[in-house]
């Protein structure tokens, strides 16, 4: 006895190696967050009213890499494969030809091309569509806002299609085991793109709903933040029976912020009429006493120059003073009065005779003799 999954999966297998005729629509391009969901739709438009029989969705992460099984719809049943189980989901009404796929928790390996395969009832052309998938790196999980500030906080579904979503709704919490609270409810009116929104609480009046609900963007805009808003705040999106739930953290700033002094730039001022006149008559009567002041620069530059030589002959006067003409005295050494001297022995004293000596008279003799006397005694000018 065979497992109805497995005979279904081979009857998928057997299809898809039959290579029938397809019609391929153009590929489109989706962005997303890594951690995001996207919702990858694959809608078949005809005029004839036929049952869908299989969905299928293929993944290929390269042009020459093997393509993997994402999902596979057959009799009524969506079997999700491989490593996005528990992470795909079928979203569409696949009474309506629409088997739109939701992929949510989107990790980086998930980028590549995305193909669904529609196949109805008693046809055998098989009608694909491909979705290009592209990442961008993760959104913080945590916000930080200063108290008295404003925040928008972001929770959309980014899509291929514009499925209008259902309700939206924002819970708050302030901790682990503290009551959920009501942020904020939207749900569309018939005839109404706006929808209706509600607020309560300590958020009411503070909350807006900025997000573009027509493209299942449920964002919305915190004014006015206090300390109190610190929390987790949940976001889910309803598309029909399902739904779709992002956590954000927010961490309030206690302390206020700062507000930054802008410099004030002042505008250069147009002059007076009196201010002109100022400031010609100062430059006229500067031009005025120029030559006055180069005149008493000038006799200033000459009284010193004058009074330079004089003070170099008195300072060469003074030099001379400081150090005297130095005198040099020769004794006369009498040997012709030492021998009457010694026969006689009379002599009570010895004559001396002090010359002064130039520098200019030095290379003469240094003792000259005075005529003597008829008696051979010397005769000098004053005698001690």
């Not at 949510?104 to 980028?111: F, I, P, S």
Request: aromatic share 8%; glycine share 6%.
């Amino acid at each position: 006895m065979f497992c109805p999954r497995k005979l279904i999966l081979m009857s998928v297998l057997l299809d898809y190696s039959l290579g029938l005729k397809d019609l391929i629509v153009s590929s489109l391009e989706l962005t997303v967050h890594v951690g995001n969901s996207a919702l990858m739709g694959c809608v078949f438009q005809s005029t004839q009213e036929k049952r869908v029989t299989k969905v299928d969705w293929m993944f290929s992460s390269g042009e020459h890499s093997k393509d993997d099984y994402v999902l596979y719809y057959y009799a009524n049943f969506s079997v999700p494969m491989g490593r996005f189980r528990n992470r795909v989901h079928l979203v569409g009404d696949i009474s309506r030809n629409d088997g739109s796929l939701l992929l949510q928790n989107v990790e980086e390996a998930d980028q590549g091309t995305y193909t669904c395969e529609i196949r109805l009832e008693m046809e055998s052309r098989v009608f694909k569509k491909t979705v290009v998938l592209h990442l961008l790196p993760e959104e913080p999980k945590e916000l930080m806002v200063n108290v008295g500030d404003s925040i928008q906080m972001g929770c959309v579904v980014q899509s291929t299609e514009e499925k209008r979503m259902t309700k939206v709704d924002w819970m708050f919490s302030s901790g682990k085991h503290a009551k959920e609270e009501i942020v904020l409810h939207y749900y569309p009116k018939p005839n109404v793109p706006v929808g209706y929104t509600q607020n309560w609480g300590s958020f009411q009046n503070r909350v807006k709903l900025v997000g573009n609900t027509a493209r299942n963007d449920g964002s919305i805009m915190l004014q006015g933040v206090k300390e109190s808003d610190g929390g987790s705040y949940t976001c889910t999106i309803h598309l029909g029976n399902l739904t779709f739930r992002k956590t954000i953290v927010l961490k309030v700033n206690w302390k206020e912020p700062q507000t930054p002094v802008t410099p004030v730039v002042r505008r250069p001022e147009i002059l007076g009429g009196d201010q002109l006149v100022i400031i010609v008559g100062i430059v006229c009567a500067t031009i005025l006493l120029l030559p006055v002041l180069i005149l008493i620069v000038k006799r200033t530059h000459r009284n010193k120059s004058s009074v330079t030589p004089t003070a170099l002959v008195k300072s060469l006067e003074n030099t001379k003073k400081a150090h005297p003409e130095k005198h040099v005295y020769s004794s006369i050494a009498t040997h012709e009065v030492i021998k009457e001297e010694e026969s006689s022995e009379k002599s009570e004293a010895t004559y001396m005779t002090m010359h002064p000596v130039w520098p200019s008279q030095r290379s003469a003799p240094s003792n000259s003799l005075e005529t003597k006397s008829a008696g051979g005694i010397p005769k000098t000018k004053q005698a001690f």
